[in-house]
C-alpha cells in the first residue's frame, strides 16, 4: 500500500500549484481521501478531503475558494487545486486514506484526530512574499 504525493514546490504569493496523490496496493474507489498540512512549529491541519464517490468535499477555511480537490479513480489519483496561494500556506502537504462513512471521516478531521488509514510522504509547498 502506498500513497504518493507530489507536485510540491517554491511558487510566489498569488501563484497556483496542483498536487497530486497517486495510490497503489488498493483500491482508491472504496477510501476517502485527504489532504493535511504541517509547517514549521505547527500541528498538523486538515485541509481538504473528498468522499469516496467524489459526491462530497471538506475544505478548511483557511483554504475556502482558493483550493480544490478532486479525484479520478481510473487513474488511481486524487488533486488538489491550490490557487491565490498565500505564505501562511506553506507547509509540507500529505495525503491519506480513510475507509468507513462520511461523516466518521469528517468527524476525524474535524476533532483533529486523523484516523486515517493510510499515509503517504509529503510534499513542499513554499510559498514565497
Given at each position: 500500500?502506498?500513497?504518493?504525493?507530489?507536485?510540491?514546490?517554491?511558487?510566489?504569493?498569488?501563484?497556483?500549484?496542483?498536487?497530486?496523490c497517486t495510490v497503489?496496493?488498493?483500491?482508491?474507489?472504496?477510501?476517502?481521501?485527504?489532504?493535511?498540512?504541517?509547517?514549521?512549529?505547527?500541528?498538523?491541519?486538515?485541509?481538504?478531503?473528498?468522499?469516496?464517490?467524489?459526491?462530497?468535499?471538506?475544505?478548511?477555511?483557511?483554504?475556502?475558494?482558493?483550493?480544490?480537490?478532486?479525484?479520478?479513480?481510473?487513474?488511481?489519483?486524487?488533486?488538489?487545486?491550490?490557487?491565490?496561494?498565500?505564505?501562511?500556506?506553506?507547509?509540507?502537504?500529505?495525503?491519506?486514506?480513510?475507509?468507513g462513512s462520511w461523516?466518521?471521516?469528517?468527524?476525524?478531521?474535524?476533532?483533529?484526530?486523523?484516523?486515517?488509514?493510510?499515509w503517504g510522504k509529503?510534499?513542499?509547498?513554499?510559498?514565497?512574499?
Amino acid at each position: 500500500v502506498q500513497l504518493q504525493a507530489s507536485g510540491g514546490g517554491l511558487v510566489q504569493a498569488g501563484g497556483s500549484l496542483r498536487l497530486s496523490c497517486t495510490v497503489s496496493g488498493f483500491t482508491l474507489d472504496y477510501y476517502a481521501i485527504g489532504w493535511f498540512r504541517q509547517a514549521p512549529g505547527k500541528e498538523r491541519e486538515g485541509v481538504s478531503c473528498i468522499s469516496s464517490s467524489g459526491y462530497n468535499t471538506y475544505y478548511a477555511d483557511s483554504v475556502k475558494g482558493r483550493f480544490t480537490i478532486s479525484r479520478d479513480n481510473a487513474e488511481n489519483t486524487v488533486y488538489l487545486q491550490m490557487n491565490s496561494l498565500k505564505p501562511e500556506d506553506t507547509a509540507v502537504y500529505y495525503c491519506a486514506a480513510r475507509t468507513g462513512s462520511w461523516a466518521n471521516t469528517i468527524a476525524t478531521i474535524l476533532s483533529r484526530v486523523y484516523a486515517m488509514n493510510y499515509w503517504g510522504k509529503g510534499t513542499l509547498v513554499t510559498v514565497s512574499s
